[in-house]
C-alpha cells in the first residue's frame, strides 16, 4: 500500500514563503514522477509541478513557474515544494501524488495540506 503524507501547509501573507513536503511509504527512486498538485474551493484540480524518480527532470505549471521549485532527497523518500512569492490565487489545498510508470497516470494520492494566503 502506497502512502503519502503532505506536511508544511499554514497561513502566510501574500510575499512570503513555505515549503511543503512529501512522505513517501515507498522507494521515490523506482516512480517515474513525483508531484504536486492543488484544489481550490469550487475548482478543479490542477498541476503545480513534478520532478523524475531519479534524474533532473522537472516540470511546472506556468502559473508558478519562477516562484516554486521541486525537489526530492531519494534517502528519505521525501518530495519537497518550495513556494516563493505567494499569492491569494496560491491558495488551496496542495496534495502530493506518484506516478509508477510511464504507462500509467498518477495513482496514488496523500490527503493534502492547506496553504493559506492573507493579502
Known amino acids: 500500500q502506497v502512502q503519502l503524507v503532505e506536511s508544511g501547509g499554514g497561513l502566510v501573507q501574500a510575499g512570503g514563503s513555505l515549503r511543503l513536503s512529501c512522505a513517501a511509504s515507498i522507494s521515490i527512486s523506482s516512480t517515474y514522477r513525483m508531484g504536486w498538485f492543488r484544489q481550490a474551493p469550487g475548482k478543479e484540480r490542477e498541476f503545480v509541478a513534478a520532478?523524475?524518480?531519479?534524474?533532473?527532470?522537472?516540470t511546472y505549471a506556468a502559473s508558478v513557474k519562477g516562484r516554486f521549485t521541486i525537489s526530492r532527497d531519494n534517502a528519505k523518500n521525501t518530495v519537497y515544494l518550495q513556494m516563493n512569492s505567494l499569492k491569494v490565487e496560491d491558495m488551496a489545498v496542495y496534495l502530493c501524488?506518484?506516478?509508477?510508470?510511464?504507462?500509467?497516470?498518477?495513482?496514488?494520492w496523500g490527503q493534502g495540506t492547506q496553504v493559506t494566503v492573507s493579502s
Open positions: 520532478i523524475s524518480g531519479s534524474g533532473p527532470s522537472t
Open positions: 501524488a506518484t506516478r509508477r510508470s510511464v504507462n500509467v497516470d498518477y495513482g496514488y
